[in-house]
């Protein structure tokens, strides 16, 4: 967050700075399964996405994978293989997203086996969209703050997933309560100046999930890293995740909301 | 060790102490590291301390004193001992055509200082040499000298010998300067108007410094000019200066009084698209000193300065150094000299968010009062010792929180308190040896009023509630020193050393550049004080009657207990950040060449550095060997200054540098509709290399009476490299199925005009 107005700042005012395209040598990739999914409080089925990591210089239309294994167990005893429908996407048949309960993951690729696991969180209600407008060099801007109430206990996570007039917002919004536990939220959702400006008549969807610890690790990691380099973020490298053997990517089980307001 | 305890007495005749102060002869400024020999007793020699006294004894008899400085016109003078004697030396400024930037060892002076990685600025002349912005920085010109390197362009942030920016000890009249930048690192602190003397020492600093790993960087204000009023300034396109200096009673007390401030913040409000960045520092010097009688000197001084950054009301933040000491000289006897001083430092920085209704402050703060005694025992001719102790109070207050949708916060200041004992012994074996030994001995003990967290493999294993007025654990480190001098031929001497350095106060900082917003932390049960270990050699060689000299040092530094962070480490909210750190060690080792020349219309340096930092730490790259950021393979630093006439004089700076160890992706892949990058090992890639010529021409226009105006043009970045500040991997907007490689650089072609004056 601090980087961002210092890189703003730094940039501004040196007014001199100057941006291009550049080719690099890279070090060679190596190709590592990626495992995309989420169980969510929302009506089934849900989705596992299973592809491959790729070399920069490559397209990032990736490479699915279609003949694994997948397996989605909960601590109720219910056991569901997924079934391959598309692109490397396996859908649940029968298990269902609540919270509290704790969902395993398997997944056989070959001979090499991935397990991971997530308890779905309480839901915490997202009460309102609220509009907040700012100055900002002698013109009004916005952003949009989530109003929830933190519950009591220490610990929650949540993530927001913002689109403006239907265009993702590719900042990682990730809240915990370490400072304002217990309390309503006043946090905006403040854009980096790499995501998009909010003006006047614009539309913005909010999606709140309530999401467990280690997925909150994995998005603060991102966001912490981007805008790396000399001018601010941390050394990057890979988040830190909760799949166990070897595959990249995050499984999640956290609860869904969604609003939506205009900016007036 | 026998060899260096033997000290001899025998000269069997009566002796006499001839001792006093080396003054300028213009201004009555103390002059610290003046030569003084007897030219009928060549294996003799000594040097002034910082405040410009001297001692030497000798037997009854006739000798001619010579004392030699550089800038200086050399002053001989036929004495006659038969009983002690005070000499008040007076130096006379000399032209100053021959003035040299950088000085290690002055001419056949190598002979008389052991120390080795030591390098001492000449305030006057670093003004001729090119720097962004027109402003003349010390910390920018140290960066052109081997094994010191830069945090990243126009930045005064350096390292040294592969240490971290926060391993430098950096005092300015002895008080720890916490923070040594402005506006982000593009200035330092130090304004050079105020400062007479500088000296970097790479890691072999003698037993009085201690505290940090990599180097000492010792800056001593003016003291004022005891004998007239003058006023100094300069105004720049960025910046503009003012000093004022005088005796307050002549020669027996005088004050400086030195400020700055930046406008960069004036022209924005001028355009729209930057009107509410709010942009600026200013900084005070003041120092005064007051002769209480022929032995005794209070000398006061003090810093202050404060940066505001923001973007109109939405973000502000501050940060600024306070610092302040009271000293005392006192001449115990003819042979014994005391400085006592009382310091007091002062670093803080607040940030404010304000967004609509919201508002969100974070504090933190780190104050060290300092109690510091340091004797110089001139024991005999070949025996010089130096011993005494200091003791820092340490209250340190990492980032607090406040605002209208926070908790209150549980954190608290921590206190610890820094001893330190120390001796050492500059031994003069013989005409040709020298050696300089010692020991310090640090202790930091924790002190009670918060509550300190043990971890043990991640886990919270005990919490350690400490009471106030109780202490907690206490680290003691012995710190051994040596470093000696052997003088082969009058244009050759070998040098050689180790010493070891411990560090009790470690700086935090998750972001990969400098920021005010770094916080500071002292040791705890889990965080152990970091410990250097450093050993290096070095030749100096001297050619035509050393007007030519190349100096060659190879060293090689060991590094326990060092610090890092976990992946995702929110080191502003943890209630506890000490359950974020990691732990590992680091070694350093390299090459250093330094030819200078000292002397004639042209004079200047080539500096070249081949060097390797890595660090192991736990927890990072599967807990194997990594480079360090600062580790940069070539550093060549060329400095020329050509003196045309009395009038003009041209000078350039060509650098190139290997670029920083950096970590770029690998691979990526999509998570949820995002491109996200995979990553191999940890700083396994480069940035492009860095390289650029400065040039800079002076013009110093005939005195008129009383005033001396100069005018300083110069040009950065000459040729308009494009120098990569930032590289970033994005999709492409036009092709989001490619990805693109974005480098951003700053600083094509700065032009600046700084105007001075002096009456």
Avoid at chain 1, 252 to 259: D, E, I, L, P
Avoid at chain 2, 646 to 661: C, E, K, L, P, Q
Avoid at chain 2, 718 to 728: D, K, L, M, P
Wanted: a positive charge.
């Amino acid at each position: 967050m601090l980087k961002k107005y210092f890189s703003t700042i730094l940039i501004g005012i040196f007014l001199l700075g100057c941006e291009k395209e550049i080719q690099l040598a890279l070090d060679p990739n190596q190709s590592l399964l990626v495992i995309d999914g989420s169980i969510t409080d929302e009506v089934g089925p849900y989705y596992i996405k299973l592809s491959k990591s790729n070399s920069i210089s490559a397209s990032s239309n990736f490479l699915a994978m279609t003949n694994a294994l997948v397996i989605v167990k909960d601590n109720l005893g219910q056991i569901d293989t997924l079934k391959h429908e598309k692109e490397g996407l396996y859908k649940t048949n029968k298990i269902k997203g609540i919270y509290g309960n704790t969902y395993y993951l398997e997944v056989q690729v070959a001979d090499k086996k991935y397990t991971a696991n997530a308890t779905m969180p309480q839901k915490v209600a997202l009460d309102s969209l609220r509009i907040n407008p700012f100055p900002f060099n002698s013109e009004v801007r916005y952003n949009v703050i989530p109003v929830y109430t933190d519950p009591i206990q220490l610990g929650n996570s949540y993530r927001f997933i913002q689109k403006i007039n239907d265009t993702l917002d590719q900042t990682f919004h990730v809240f915990n309560d370490n400072l304002n536990n217990g309390k309503v939220n006043q946090r905006p959702l403040r854009g980096g100046s790499d995501s998009l400006e909010v003006k006047l008549k614009d539309i913005v969807a909010v999606e709140m999930q309530c999401i467990t610890r280690p997925t909150y690790l994995y998005y603060y990691t991102l966001y912490q890293q981007s805008g790396a380099g000399p001018g601010g973020g941390t050394t990057p490298s890979n988040p830190p995740t909760n799949i166990i053997g070897g595959a990249l990517g995050i499984f999640s089980a956290h609860t869904v909301q969604r609003k939506q307001i205009q900016i007036k | 060790m026998l060899f260096f305890l033997q000290v001899q007495f025998s000269y069997g005749q009566d002796k006499f102490v001839l001792n006093g102060n080396v003054k300028d002869q213009a201004t009555g400024e103390a002059m610290i590291r003046a030569v003084l020999r007897i030219e009928e007793l060549p294996s003799l020699g000594v040097l002034s301390n910082e405040y410009g006294f001297y001692a030497i004894s000798l037997p009854r008899g006739k000798y001619t004193l010579v004392v030699s400085q550089l800038g200086y016109e050399k002053y001989k003078e036929r004495i006659q001992l038969d009983s002690n004697l005070i000499l008040t030396i007076l130096l006379k400024p000399a032209n100053t055509l021959k003035e040299v930037v950088v000085e290690s060892g002055r001419k056949n002076d190598n002979l008389l200082k052991p120390q080795m990685g030591t390098e001492t600025l000449n305030l006057n002349a670093i003004s001729k040499v090119p720097v962004i912005f027109g402003e003349k920085d010390i910390l920018k010109t140290l960066q052109l000298l081997p094994g010191v390197k830069s945090a990243g362009e126009g930045n005064s942030g350096f390292y040294v010998r592969g240490g971290a920016a926060d391993q430098n000890l950096i005092l300015l009249d002895e008080a720890p300067v916490y923070n040594a930048s402005h506006l982000l690192g593009f200035f330092s602190t130090f304004n050079s108007d105020a400062i007479k003397d500088a000296t970097l020492i790479k890691g072999n600093g003698p037993a009085q410094y201690g505290g940090r790993l990599s180097s000492v960087l010792d800056v001593k204000m003016k003291e004022g000019n005891n004998q007239d009023f003058n006023v100094n300034g300069g105004l720049g396109l960025i910046s503009s200066r003012l000093s004022i200096e005088g005796p307050l009673q002549k020669e027996k007390s005088s004050f400086i009084l030195s400020g700055r401030r930046t406008y960069a913040d004036v022209f924005l409000r001028a355009s729209d698209e930057f009107k509410d960045n709010i942009l600026y520092f200013y900084d005070l010097n003041m120092k005064a000193n007051y002769k209480i009688d022929e032995k005794n000197k209070i000398y006061l001084s003090g810093y202050f300065g404060r940066d505001e950054l923001g973007l109109g009301d939405a973000f502000g933040i501050d940060w600024g150094n306070k610092t302040g000491t009271i000293r005392w000289n006192r001449i115990v006897s003819s042979r014994l000299f005391l400085n006592t001083s009382l310091i007091y430092s002062d670093y803080n920085y607040n940030v404010k968010l304000k967004n609509g209704l919201t508002n969100f402050n974070i504090n933190s703060n780190i104050k060290d009062l300092n109690l510091k005694q340091d004797y110089t025992f001139y024991f005999n001719p070949k025996n010089t010792l130096r011993f005494g102790f200091n003791s820092i109070l340490h209250n340190i207050t990492p980032s607090t929180f406040s605002g209208t949708v926070i908790n209150s916060n549980p954190k608290r200041g921590r206190n610890g308190l820094e001893n330190a004992l120390y001796i050492s012994n500059y031994y003069k074996a013989s005409d040709n040896l020298s050696v300089d030994y010692g020991l310090r001995l640090s202790a930091y003990s924790l002190m009670g009023g918060d509550a300190y967290n043990i971890y043990e493999k991640d886990l919270l294993v005990n919490t350690v509630q400490l009471d106030k007025q109780s202490f907690g654990k206490t680290y003691v480190n012995p710190e051994p020193r040596i470093t000696a001098n052997y003088r082969v031929t009058d244009q050759t001497s070998i040098k050689a050393g180790y010493a070891r350095n411990v560090q009790h106060l470690h700086l935090l900082s998750n972001s990969t550049a400098s920021s005010p917003s770094d916080q500071w932390i002292g040791n705890s049960y889990n965080i152990k004080p970091e410990i250097a270990d450093q050993l290096s050699v070095g030749l100096v060689q001297g050619w035509k009657n050393n007007t030519y000299e190349l100096s060659t040092e190879l060293y090689y530094k060991n590094l326990q207990n060092q610090l890092d962070y976990k992946d995702g480490a929110e080191i502003f909210t943890l209630a506890d950040v000490e359950s974020a750190l990691l732990f590992g060690v680091g070694r350093a080792y390299g090459l250093e060449l330094l030819w200078k020349k000292k002397e004639g219309v042209l004079t200047g340096w080539i500096s070249y550095t081949l060097s390797k930092t890595e660090r192991k730490i736990n927890g990072i790259n599967q807990n194997n060997w990594y480079n360090a950021k600062q580790d940069r393979t070539h550093d060549i630093s060329i400095v020329g200054i050509y003196t045309l006439n009395s009038r003009w004089s041209i000078s350039s700076v060509f650098v190139y540098n290997t670029g920083d160890a950096v970590t770029f992706p690998t691979g990526k892949y999509s998570i949820q509709g995002q491109t996200l990058y995979q990553y191999a090992s940890r700083n396994g890639n480069r940035m492009p290399s860095n390289h650029r010529m400065d040039l800079s021409v002076t013009y110093d226009k005939k005195r008129k009476k009383r005033i001396q105006e100069s005018w300083n043009f110069s040009l950065y970045n000459v040729y308009g490299r494009e120098n990569a500040f930032q590289i970033n991997f994005q999709d492409d907007p036009k092709d989001l199925s490619r990805t693109q490689i974005i480098q951003t650089s700053l600083f094509r072609w700065v032009p600046s005009v700084t105007y001075q004056f002096k009456f």
